[in-house]
């Protein structure tokens, strides 16, 4: 069997209305996208997964779709989403984009169908129930964004669920009508081209909320076993074509036994993105017993995908900054991303080193507090390309972050001193790397408790990777940690000098990761 294009990825994040805005409204769009397309294969990725851009009343910044087959003419229209296929195809670069099926928005004409009238044909295209006797809901589910996860709908005098905000009505996937129009959205944008999907809350599509007989009530942060049955259906349209196309679901389970459930059975999701990782602290011990434990439940052909950033969690520079190394273990998390066996996952902004932006109280647009690390990609410096730096013309729809001067792509590009520079660099490495290339294996090393250590290895080539994940600075024995003399490949310290000469004790800065090549 070949190995999958998306096993040997470096996946890359775009926020649309944040990464480029090509019509001057101040918020980012497709032919902006289409334009920055090259930075993206300059880096050296390998795909992007694009967060939506179907017909929106941004509720929730397009995760409330108002048609699953379009796109909202803020952010450009079908023959724009086309261009931007073809022109990423040929610049190498594939194409993930969101897909939506817990939930649609309210404006969505099937809600507003179902809605107008119990006897409605898409009706039970939604979770609609009785409420409780005094004016109460029929259980006490909360919503993600808070507040109760139901809402009474006068017209009609019954509540629907959503596990979000009210404009966010929960889809019924065991209508079988609704489960066919859901999978042909898929089938819509397979012909376009798309390369896959990145499957939006995947854990609690199929969230019913009535119990089995016996059990008087369930929690609503679960997953529920008819999710899995619809994802092994989508699994099915994806095998309709050829070329490998792929589906990675956000499956937000804090648990990894059931997190690896949804990618060990083979006929579900190819790749599901880790919340246990991307919330782990920033501690060695923490990471390893994270990566040991999934690598255990979730063992070949399975496949891991990594992330540590994107759209709903504050920066890495900024969330662990605790003691002001944010963005050194930026840096250095850069490397555990890219140096673990698995697809990493980046969002925009990560090769800069972004820190969140400050969002003053009355600039404030998301339900949910996202703001900051939604903030526009500064791609010029402020005072070359003025206060929308290179992102807008107009007047940016988030502010930029603070020191846009320093961290925007033009003042980083050609500093090879750079977060840009050290991704570049590591991308490559991976690239022409089999031990870091999805024939690599992978070995946890036991060590300094504070230091993350593994080994790849593959065609005869074996690479240590350590990271320093303490305030001290340490000396490892590479023999010690089961490798030999090896020499130093890459550094994420930019005062770090890479001498060829072999080494045998690989001394580590607080927060440096290195890469040693065993001779
Ligand atoms: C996912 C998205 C998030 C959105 C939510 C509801 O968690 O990543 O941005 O708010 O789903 O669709």
Same mark, same amino acid.
């Given at each position: 069997?070949?190995?999958?294009?998306?096993?040997?990825?470096?996946?890359?994040?775009?926020?649309?209305?944040?990464?480029?805005?090509?019509?001057?409204?101040?918020?980012?769009?497709?032919?902006? +996208?289409?334009?920055?397309?090259?930075?993206?294969?300059?880096?050296?990725?390998?795909?992007?997964?694009?967060?939506?851009?179907?017909?929106?009343?941004?509720?929730?910044?397009?995760?409330?779709?108002?048609?699953?087959?379009?796109?909202?003419?803020?952010?450009?229209?079908?023959?724009?989403?086309?261009?931007?296929?073809?022109?990423?195809?040929?610049?190498?670069?594939?194409?993930?984009?969101?897909?939506?099926?817990?939930?649609?928005?309210?404006?969505?004409?099937?809600?507003?169908?179902?809605?107008?009238?119990?006897?409605?044909?898409?009706?039970?295209?939604?979770?609609?129930?009785?409420?409780?006797?005094?004016?109460?809901?029929?259980?006490?589910?909360?919503?993600?964004?808070?507040?109760?996860?139901?809402?009474?709908?006068?017209?009609?005098?019954?509540?629907?669920?959503?596990?979000?905000?009210?404009?966010?009505?929960?889809?019924?996937?065991?209508?079988?009508?609704?489960?066919?129009?859901?999978?042909?959205?898929?089938?819509?944008?397979?012909?376009?081209?798309?390369?896959?999907?990145?499957?939006?809350?995947?854990?609690?599509?199929?969230?019913?909320?009535?119990?089995?007989?016996?059990?008087?009530?369930?929690?609503?942060?679960?997953?529920?076993?008819?999710?899995?049955?619809?994802?092994?259906?989508?699994?099915?349209?994806?095998?309709?074509?050829?070329?490998?196309?792929?589906?990675?679901?956000?499956?937000?389970?804090?648990?990894?036994?059931?997190? #690896?459930?949804?990618?060990?059975?083979?006929?579900?999701?190819?790749?599901?993105?880790?919340?246990?990782?991307?919330?782990? #602290?920033?501690?060695?011990?923490?990471?390893?017993?994270?990566?040991?434990?999934?690598?255990?439940?979730?063992?070949?052909?399975?496949?891991?995908?990594?992330?540590?950033?994107?759209?709903?969690?504050?920066?890495?520079?900024?969330?662990?900054?605790?003691?002001?190394?944010?963005?050194?273990?930026?840096?250095?998390?850069?490397?555990?991303?890219?140096?673990?066996?698995?697809?990493?996952?980046?969002?925009?902004?990560?090769?800069?080193?972004?820190?969140?932006?400050?969002?003053?109280?009355?600039?404030? +647009?998301?339900?949910?507090?996202?703001?900051?690390?939604?903030?526009?990609?500064?791609?010029?410096?402020?005072?070359?390309?003025?206060?929308?730096?290179?992102?807008?013309?107009?007047?940016?729809?988030?502010?930029?972050?603070?020191?846009?001067?320093?961290?925007?792509?033009?003042?980083?590009?050609?500093?090879?001193?750079?977060?840009?520079?050290?991704?570049?660099?590591?991308?490559?490495?991976?690239?022409?790397?089999?031990?870091?290339?999805?024939?690599?294996?992978?070995?946890?090393?036991?060590?300094?408790?504070?230091?993350?250590?593994?080994?790849?290895?593959?065609?005869?080539?074996?690479?240590?990777?350590?990271?320093?994940?303490?305030?001290? #600075?340490?000396?490892?024995?590479?023999?010690?940690?089961?490798?030999?003399?090896?020499?130093?490949?890459?550094?994420?310290?930019?005062?770090?000098?890479?001498?060829?000469?072999?080494?045998?004790?690989?001394?580590?800065?607080?927060?440096?990761?290195?890469?040693?090549?065993?001779?």
């Amino acid at each position: 069997m070949t190995t999958p294009w998306w096993q040997g990825a470096v996946v890359y994040q775009v926020y649309p209305r944040s990464f480029d805005d090509a019509d001057g409204d101040g918020v980012g769009d497709l032919a902006g +996208v289409v334009r920055r397309l090259g930075h993206v294969a300059r880096l050296g990725a390998d795909a992007v997964w694009l967060s939506p851009f179907y017909p929106s009343p941004m509720v929730d910044f397009g995760y409330d779709v108002a048609d699953y087959t379009d796109v909202d003419p803020l952010f450009g229209d079908l023959a724009t989403f086309d261009r931007l296929l073809t022109e990423a195809h040929a610049l190498g670069v594939r194409v993930i984009i969101d897909w939506v099926p817990n939930h649609s928005s309210d404006r969505h004409p099937w809600f507003t169908a179902a809605r107008s009238s119990r006897d409605d044909p898409r009706r039970d295209w939604y979770v609609w129930r009785d409420g409780r006797p005094g004016g109460r809901p029929p259980n006490d589910w909360e919503s993600t964004f808070g507040g109760p996860a139901w809402t009474y709908d006068p017209l009609t005098a019954q509540w629907y669920l959503h596990g979000f905000a009210p404009e966010q009505p929960n889809l019924d996937w065991s209508n079988p009508e609704l489960a066919e129009a859901m999978l042909a959205t898929l089938r819509f944008w397979l012909d376009r081209g798309v390369d896959g999907f990145r499957i939006d809350v995947a854990h609690e599509v199929g969230n019913v909320p009535d119990p089995p007989p016996g059990v008087a009530s369930w929690p609503r942060e679960q997953d529920w076993p008819g999710g899995h049955a619809v994802l092994r259906r989508v699994r099915g349209v994806l095998e309709e074509y050829d070329g490998d196309r792929v589906a990675v679901g956000e499956v937000y389970v804090l648990d990894q036994r059931r997190l #690896a459930s949804y990618v060990t059975t083979g006929d579900e999701l190819h790749m599901a993105h880790n919340f246990v990782f991307l919330r782990c #602290a920033w501690d060695a011990t923490a990471f390893r017993d994270v990566i040991a434990e999934f690598t255990r439940l979730a063992p070949a052909p399975a496949w891991p995908a990594w992330c540590l950033e994107n759209h709903d969690h504050p920066r890495l520079a900024t969330r662990y900054d605790d003691d002001g190394r944010g963005p050194a273990r930026a840096r250095a998390a850069a490397l555990l991303l890219l140096g673990l066996r698995g697809t990493p996952f980046m969002f925009q902004g990560q090769e800069l080193g972004l820190p969140d932006a400050v969002v003053p109280p009355g600039a404030v +647009v998301d339900v949910d507090g996202r703001d900051p690390e939604r903030a526009p990609i500064p791609w010029e410096r402020p005072s070359v390309a003025g206060p929308g730096a290179g992102f807008t013309t107009g007047v940016p729809w988030l502010p930029i972050v603070d020191d846009a001067e320093h961290l925007a792509v033009a003042a980083q590009r050609g500093d090879e001193r750079s977060d840009l520079a050290l991704w570049r660099r590591l991308i490559a490495l991976r690239r022409e790397s089999p031990a870091l290339g999805p024939a690599g294996a992978q070995t946890l090393l036991e060590g300094e408790d504070d230091v993350l250590a593994w080994l790849r290895e593959a065609d005869g080539e074996r690479l240590l990777l350590a990271i320093n994940m303490s305030a001290e #600075a340490v000396r490892c024995d590479l023999t010690a940690l089961g490798g030999g003399p090896g020499r130093l490949v890459v550094s994420t310290d930019p005062d770090r000098v890479v001498a060829t000469d072999d080494i045998d004790v690989l001394g580590l800065a607080p927060d440096e990761g290195a890469i040693v090549r065993l001779t």
